[in-house]
């Protein structure tokens, strides 16, 4: 079956440019994650979604990150006025049910990259 | 402190060894415990999960110790397909949010 998706694979932009990422999630996962991943480094939780909802938003950077998810399916991701320390592999992952019980499923990421 | 902490290698070890990594994690209502493997320029995939009594899976065993807050992977009759970066994963509160370490890596060679 078809895994977790994203779109743009790569994503070069300049700085100040509005960006937006896409994920397609898993068909019947009601939950969906995002992270970034820098180079050499760990992942760094950003968002949490349980349908629709984000209970936990914790992890976003700045007020310049936001994201929304419909229809308990796709979610965006979306970075305003884009800096280049936004520069790093966003991924995105989702699970049947809550992550501490539950295997995450990893999309292969986007890679952007702030000019 | 990191919330969870690794040993960012590189291990680099001989097809057939036996290799050992470990894990400490600060949080001490963390629940769950993960091995996750990434691949250079791939996503993480779920490798175990690791359970309280300790638990294997053909050649990997994993380990927890709640009281020194530390978790173990080791890989035993290393292969050159086990060349990755090994994540250390940690959930800090029911079902939301997993923090993952930055990785160890290990290179197995001929």
């Known amino acids: 079956g078809a895994g977790v998706s994203q779109s743009p694979s790569n994503k070069v932009t300049e700085k100040g440019k509005d960006v937006e990422l896409r994920c397609d999630p898993i068909?019947?996962?009601?939950?969906l994650y995002w992270y970034r991943q820098s180079l050499g480094q760990g992942l760094e939780f950003l968002i949490y979604?349980?349908?629709?909802?984000?209970?936990?938003k914790s992890g976003l950077p700045s007020d310049r990150f936001s994201a929304e998810r419909t229809g308990g399916s796709v979610s965006t991701l979306t970075i305003q006025r884009t800096q280049q320390e936004d520069s790093a592999v966003y991924l995105c992952?989702?699970?049947?049910?809550?992550?501490?019980?539950?295997?995450?499923?990893f999309g292969p990421g986007t890679r952007l990259t702030v000019l | 402190r990191k919330e969870v902490e690794q040993d960012p290698g590189p291990f680099n070890v001989p097809e057939g060894a036996t290799v050992a990594f470990n894990c400490t994690y600060s949080?001490?209502?963390?629940?769950?415990f993960f091995w996750y493997r990434q691949d250079c320029r791939k996503e993480p995939k779920l490798l175990m999960s690791?359970?309280?009594s300790g638990n294997e899976d053909g050649r990997f065993t994993a380990q927890l110790n709640r009281a020194s807050q530390y978790i173990s992977l080791l890989i035993r009759d290393s292969k050159l397909s086990d060349s990755a970066t090994y994540l250390c994963?940690?959930?800090?509160?029911?079902?939301?949010?997993?923090?993952f370490g930055a990785g160890t890596i290990l290179r197995v060679k001929s």
């Open positions: 992952a989702s699970s049947l049910g809550p992550a501490d019980y539950n295997e995450q499923f």
């Open positions: 979604f349980q349908g629709n909802s984000a209970p936990d």
């Open positions: 994963v940690v959930s800090v509160e029911y079902g939301n949010k997993l923090v």
């Open positions: 690791v359970y309280s």
């Open positions: 068909s019947g996962h009601t939950a």
């Open positions: 949080n001490s209502a963390s629940q769950s």
